[in-house]
């Protein structure tokens, strides 16, 4: 048989498949193809993703072209209707005038000021030729010269306004698709004594949010969270500065990654990129399977919750906020698990979403809608919180950005 490939072995002995030169039994084959078919949604759904983000910027792209090329056809029309009625003028003073070329606009700024700058000239070499037919034929040649300059500032002004909106709908296509690549493309993820759920949704076109779940040697599982300060392009540059200082860590120390040193690269990587302009709340828990224990170490983020027979309460871990300063250090904790334990972590875009009448959401009000679901499973827990944020901001819009995961012991 040839080399298999290492994660479709992982896969398999997830299923209980362990020796693959005899076919399992049908029970475990349907869940086998069940999860190969899984696999290939996923990707299906990721480039769907990403084809439909690329169209949507290439039509946006193509009204912005039509949109430019309509505004410049009507001010040509009004170039011409300004050369038509100063030759009218000049028949009426009986002076023979001389002919104006209408120069074709370029769409670069620089050229459209030359072209200005020529047709000015012609305009005022009529004002001065029809200078001795009266004060009247001056001052209406001069309030000609006026609107004429008035339409070349506002030409130039539409020049770059639209080529700066392109511009910029272009990046935030680009980092939005990005960015949507920096969180986890399945909502929920399936560990041997763990199941994960999260939802990520931004108040602009790309947030500052983030949120992962990554596999370690020994069966181990990271979950991470973060909330970059404010929202759009610079918070989302600073979300991949946190996500690619993550994926070194666990490449280069994964044997031996522990909560305290992933935040401390990550702390390096945000103060190097920010310059303390911005900073990252983050927690970061790593699930040891083998003791059933979780290590927790937090950056300046809200406490998560931990629901357990009915009961909640907050898993207090302190820290600095990441790329507050140049050396940080962090303490974990350890929390013994139990199944059937649930847990909540979330940024407060959740607890400080407001309502039409500017009330927030608040910290109780999570928490007991955790409390009031935690037997439910992941999946429900997410999707209640998620419908109760939703309801009770009603028509507002997102102030900032909303992420939570949901973990459920089992």
């Known amino acids: 048989m040839s080399e298999i490939d290492p994660l479709l072995v992982r896969q ?101 000021k030359r072209q200005f700058a020529a047709k000015l000239g012609e305009i005022l070499a009529v004002s001065a030729s029809m200078s001795s037919g009266g004060g009247d034929a001056s001052e209406v040649i001069n309030d000609i010269r006026v609107n004429f300059l008035h339409l070349a500032d506002r030409l130039v002004q539409l020049l770059y306004d639209t080529a700066e909106k392109a511009s910029l709908k272009k990046q935030l296509e ?115 399977p083998s003791s059933r224990t979780m290590s927790i170490a937090n950056a300046g983020h809200p406490f998560p919750y931990i629901a357990r027979k009915g009961s909640v309460r907050q898993i207090a871990a302190q820290g600095s906020p990441l790329g507050a300063a140049a050396n940080t250090d962090y303490q974990a904790q350890t929390v013994q698990l139990q199944p059937g334990d649930a847990l909540l972590w979330f940024t407060d875009g959740i607890t400080e979403c407001e309502n039409e009448a500017q009330e927030p959401f608040t910290d109780k009000r999570l928490r007991a809608l955790f409390q009031e679901l935690a037997a439910a499973g992941p999946e429900r827990i997410r999707d209640a919180i998620v419908t109760a944020i939703e309801d009770y901001r009603g028509g507002r819009a997102l102030d900032d950005d909303v992420t939570l995961v949901v973990a459920a012991v089992q």
């Open 174 to 288: 680009v980092a939005r698709a990005v960015q949507q690549m920096l969180v986890p493309s399945e909502d929920v993820h399936d560990r041997s004594f763990l199941r994960i759920a999260g939802h990520f949704q931004p108040a602009a076109e790309c947030g500052g949010d983030w949120w992962a779940v990554h596999d370690l040697p020994g069966d181990r599982v990271l979950t991470v969270i973060g909330d970059v300060t404010g929202h759009g392009i610079s918070s989302a540059i600073i979300t991949g500065a946190a996500k690619a200082a993550c994926d070194l860590a666990r490449t280069f120390s994964s044997e031996r990654l522990t909560v305290t040193q992933l935040l401390r690269i990550m702390n390096c990587s945000i103060y190097e990129a920010a310059k303390q302009k911005f900073m990252m709340t983050c927690t970061a828990s790593i699930f040891e």
């Open 12 to 112: 398999l002995k997830r299923l209980g498949i362990t020796e693959l030169d005899e076919p399992p039994d049908r029970d475990t084959w349907q869940k086998a193809l069940a999860r190969i078919s899984d696999h290939y949604r996923h990707v299906a759904e990721d480039r769907g993703l990403l084809t439909r983000s690329l169209e949507l910027s290439t039509t946006e792209m193509s009204q912005l072209h039509e949109q430019l090329a309509a505004e410049r056809d009507r001010l040509k029309g009004v170039i011409s209707a300004v050369g038509d009625a100063l030759n009218v003028f000049h028949d009426v003073a009986s002076t023979r005038p001389e002919p104006a070329s209408t120069h074709e606009l370029t769409g670069t700024i620089t050229v459209a």
